[in-house]
């Protein structure tokens, strides 16, 4: 009877553990919030359980894609964006349902260097920067999204990095790439459609440590970062 329970007890754990992960898994910057290129095929990926269907649902054409996790759980797809819009919203099933929120189709831009691209429009301690203040208490702005990748440390590339999408705003603004807001909020102001803006920014960090073994091979003296750290994201 004992060993019966055991068995039964056993059964429901491994039943619990397959719901806990049959849910669609997405990198952090596919979220709620988050701003999507205009007028393309953009790619969509992320994890479920191996062999699942996954199906997604565009809210803007109300378009069904599907395609199946691998063996490894992973997936890929490439969904149809229209003109410049939103808010919109994106559903994903593989048996149980995710629904992504608050999307906007526009211009996304990466914004990538070293310190004059990681710099915060709050500035530095007595590196200020000229018209800030006045500039991020002007910020508020729902149609430009803001998206940090938090310095990751690794020597091979990451699935994922830790972030989120943020509204302009002045309290996101003065903590955000003081070079990436001016330049989204031109072009917001220039084109009159929503912007998003991803800073993957480290300050002093040496160009090989953003590139793989292949990408260093066609340069004589290039060289692979040190084991035990790096700043791919």
């Known amino acids: 009877m004992n060993r019966l329970k055991r068995i039964i007890a056993a059964c429901l754990v491994a039943a619990a553990l397959t719901n806990l992960y049959a ?17 393309t ?4 990926w992320g994890t479920a359980v191996a062999g ?30 229209p003109v410049a819009g939103g808010p919109y919203t ?12 608050n999307i906007l189709i526009g211009e996304l831009w990466f914004c990538s260097g070293q310190s004059n691209m990681e ?3 709050k500035g530095y301690k007595n590196q200020p920067i000229a018209g800030s203040n006045m500039d991020i208490l002007r910020s508020t702005n729902p149609a430009i999204r803001l998206f940090t990748a938090k310095r990751t440390a ?3 590339p990451q699935e994922d990095i830790a972030g989120e999408w943020k509204e302009a705003k002045p309290e996101t603004v003065k903590e955000f790439s003081a070079t990436a807001y001016h330049f989204g909020k031109l072009v917001n102001e220039s084109t009159g459609v929503p912007v998003g803006l991803i800073v993957a920014a480290w300050g ?3 160009a090989e440590a953003w590139m793989n073994e292949d990408m260093l091979k066609a340069f004589s003296g290039g060289r692979d970062p040190p084991k035990g750290g790096g700043y791919n994201l």
Do not use: C, H
């Open 90 to 101: 994106i559903t994903l099933d593989d048996g149980e349902v995710t629904r992504l929120e």
């Open 41 to 44: 095929q953009a790619n969509l």
């Open 23 to 39: 849910k669609v898994e997405l990198p952090s910057f596919f979220s709620d919030g988050m701003v999507m290129q205009q007028q």
């Open 204 to 206: 002093g960090s040496a």
């Open 119 to 121: 710099m915060p429009m």
């Open 154 to 156: 690794a020597v091979l």
């Open 52 to 81: 699942k269907t996954v199906k997604v649902i565009t809210g803007w054409d109300g378009a069904r894609y599907s395609t199946t996790a691998g063996k490894d759980g992973k997936w890929k797809l490439s969904l149809r964006t």
